[in-house]
């Protein structure tokens, strides 16, 4: 079993560097399914979750080379497999996205249902619903979604609620359909035009990515090419957090200023001194975090997927917070957690109250997702004593070196083995 041991108390100076964005290159490597030819995508982060998908990109049957560490050539031409088992998928939201490509490439799919955070209830009704109005015929069989279309055919599809992976899915599916498909109340996250801007560079005709209304014109052929990945905004946001919460000074190079818009205006609500430049920013805080409501919403709203770090600089706030969750059913389940640690938080529903205490106190935590994870990490950077963060399998879907760039930044944390309770220090 392996922990994070964090000796909490050290303030984060120095700069540190973001990598490629963990939902673009999710949502981008399955599309490589939709080209004629070998694709590099650069920029990846070296995660378990794009470990995984370029897995099952092997075992469909294409051809995967890494030319480094953040790059990898993936040829898909040999796959000959319509099949993403349960095994395949598990743990892995991003399962899903081989429903859009390989119904795109073959007109068939059977995938199984996406595994990831456990955090609500993911239905999938909208991405049903939209390769339906494609004209794909969508059932149930043995645990497996099975996607098959004789011809796919472009169609008016509008979303009953914002999904970002629903928008990503029937994206996949109508790159290559027949005629025009227009997209209504479509998710607009940054993540989505970038692989917009993927699939156009492969010579698909994709407008609107980034507002509601997104239109697909398909395309006959689509051709392999050289794609660099996005920035990941929650990473960066994540490391944003943890130089507040510590009263540090970080710069944050390779980011893109506007993708953190609604982070940073928070963020600034609490005392922190945030400069912009072009593909960086700078975090100081020189005090104790003031108390900020924060709701979270579809982008351009605050991102779900930093409300757990939000509410961990809260935690240690003067005053008292307000955190409503704008987006999934159950994403407060870390507050059980901050609570070990010493944090006056409740919750009800989508709502957490949360009243800033002067500390938190180190404590045995688990990472009950992803993002949950995070938090606690933060949490245990300014803890008194030592804090043992379990599951951390959670945080690496998502986080490349974590370890490594935050002792760079001055913490104190180990990655540690322990093999029927005795403690092993992991050898690098």
């Known amino acids: 079993m392996e922990k994070f041991v964090i000796s909490g108390g050290n303030r984060l100076c120095g700069e540190v560097r973001i990598s490629g964005a963990k939902n673009a290159a999710v949502a981008i490597l399955p599309a490589v399914l939709l080209a004629d030819s070998p694709s590099v995508i650069e920029n990846l982060p070296n995660i378990s979750d794009v470990r995984n998908i370029l897995q099952v990109l092997s075992m469909l049957g294409a051809k995967v080379r890494f030319i480094n560490k953040s790059t990898v ?15 395949m998928a ?19 799919a059977r995938v199984a ?19 339906e109005m494609l004209g794909a015929r969508v059932s149930f069989e043995k645990g497996m979604v099975d996607a098959r279309a004789d011809e796919l055919r472009g169609s008016s599809v509008y979303l009953d609620v914002v999904s970002v992976g629903a928008t990503i899915n029937i994206m996949l599916a109508a790159a290559k359909a027949t005629g025009l498909t227009v997209i209504e109340n479509a998710a607009r996250e940054p993540h989505i035009v970038d692989l917009a ?35 990941d905004q929650i990473e960066a946001g994540t490391y944003m957090a943890a130089a507040v919460a510590t009263q540090g000074d970080v710069l944050i190079n390779n980011v893109t200023p506007k993708h953190l818009e609604s982070i940073i205006a928070k963020l600034r609500e609490t005392g922190a001194v945030i400069t912009e ?9 020189d005090r104790r975090p003031r108390k900020c409501n924060v709701k979270t919403m579809p982008h351009p709203g605050f991102p ?125």
């Open 73 to 87: 050539e993936i040829d898909p031409r040999n796959v000959n497999s319509f099949v993403v088992s349960p095994q």
């Open 90 to 108: 598990e743990g892995m939201r991003a399962s899903s996205y081989f429903l859009g490509a390989l119904l795109g490439r073959m007109k068939k």
């Open 277 to 285: 430049f072009d593909e960086a920013v700078r975090v100081t805080m």
């Open 197 to 231: 801007n993927y699939l156009n560079s492969m010579g698909a005709n994709i407008m609107g990515a980034g507002t509601s209304v997104i239109k697909i014109r398909g395309v006959e052929n689509l051709q392999g090419t050289t794609y660099s990945i996005i920035p």
């Open 304 to 428: 779900t997927d930093m409300q757990p770090q939000m509410a961990t600089v809260l935690a240690i706030a003067e005053g008292t917070s307000i955190v409503t969750e704008g987006v999934w059913d159950n994403r407060f389940r870390y507050i059980e957690q901050l609570t070990l640690m010493g944090a006056d938080a409740q919750v009800d529903g989508k709502t957490a109250v949360i009243t800033g205490v002067e500390k938190l106190v180190a404590a045995p935590v688990k990472a009950v997702d992803l993002r949950a994870g995070a938090a606690m990490l933060i949490a245990g950077l300014v803890a008194e004593g030592e804090t043992f963060v379990e599951e951390i399998e959670r945080i690496d879907r998502g986080y490349e070196d974590v370890v490594e760039k935050l002792t760079n930044l001055g913490a104190d944390i180990k990655r540690v083995y322990y093999p029927d309770g005795i403690e092993i220090l992991k050898q690098a």
């Open 113 to 131: 249902p996406p595994g990831g955070c456990n955090f609500g209830v993911r239905p999938i009704d909208q991405h049903i619903k939209g390769f």
